[in-house]
């Protein structure tokens, strides 16, 4: 109980005395910061300037890797018919608008395709039979398409 009390009491009395205080500089709280680190103020700024261009590279690739899961994405409900999305197509936006697919996924794409393809067609499906064997099946047609060559051949009323 007697916590409760002291932080509900104790926050807003160093809010209190903070605002009574109110003689500081700001220009001293970034030098002590850049004490702190064991830094002049100059090799600080330098420091903060890097730290803020590496977010920003690690945000423009982030983005950009959203964008190529979001075209994937789009891909997808292109070939199956499905709705938009309005969050995919923003995020191609954001990123440039031009957005390729990395190298190993367009590979994966075009395999599967070619996959469903195959599959697709008469002679993939008898293919996928266990215990189908498509040269015995082939000749035994080509004989049978001969035997009917001969026999209408040998048929009068034709």
């Known amino acids: 109980?007697?916590?409760?009390?002291?932080?509900?009491?104790?926050?807003?009395?160093?809010?209190?005395?903070?605002?009574?205080?109110?003689?500081?500089?700001?220009?001293?709280?970034?030098?002590?910061a850049a004490e702190a680190q064991g830094m002049s103020r100059e090799e600080y700024e330098e420091y903060q300037k890097q730290l803020v261009e590496e977010k920003m590279e690690r945000d423009a690739q982030f983005t950009q890797r959203k964008a190529e899961r979001a075209t994937?994405?789009?891909?997808f409900r292109d070939k199956y018919r499905l709705p938009k999305n309005e969050t995919d197509e923003s995020q191609i936006q954001l990123a440039g608008g031009d957005v390729?697919?990395?190298r190993?996924?367009?590979k994966m794409i075009?395999?599967?395709?070619?996959?469903?393809?195959?599959?697709?067609?008469v002679l993939g499906q008898l293919a996928s039979l266990p215990g189908l064997?498509?040269?015995?099946?082939?000749d035994k047609a080509q004989t049978t398409l001969g035997d009917l060559?001969?026999?209408a051949e040998k048929c009068h009323i034709m």
């Open 1 to 32: 109980m007697a916590f409760m009390v002291k932080s509900m009491v104790g926050g807003q009395l160093k809010n209190l005395t903070g605002s009574l205080g109110g003689g500081e500089d700001k220009g001293d709280g970034d030098k002590s």
């Open 104 to 106: 190993e996924l367009a």
């Open 72 to 75: 994937l994405r789009s891909h």
């Open 110 to 121: 075009e395999e599967d395709t070619e996959e469903e393809e195959d599959k697709a067609s």
């Open 133 to 138: 064997d498509l040269g015995s099946l082939k």
């Open 100 to 102: 390729e697919l990395p």
């Open 149 to 151: 060559k001969q026999s």
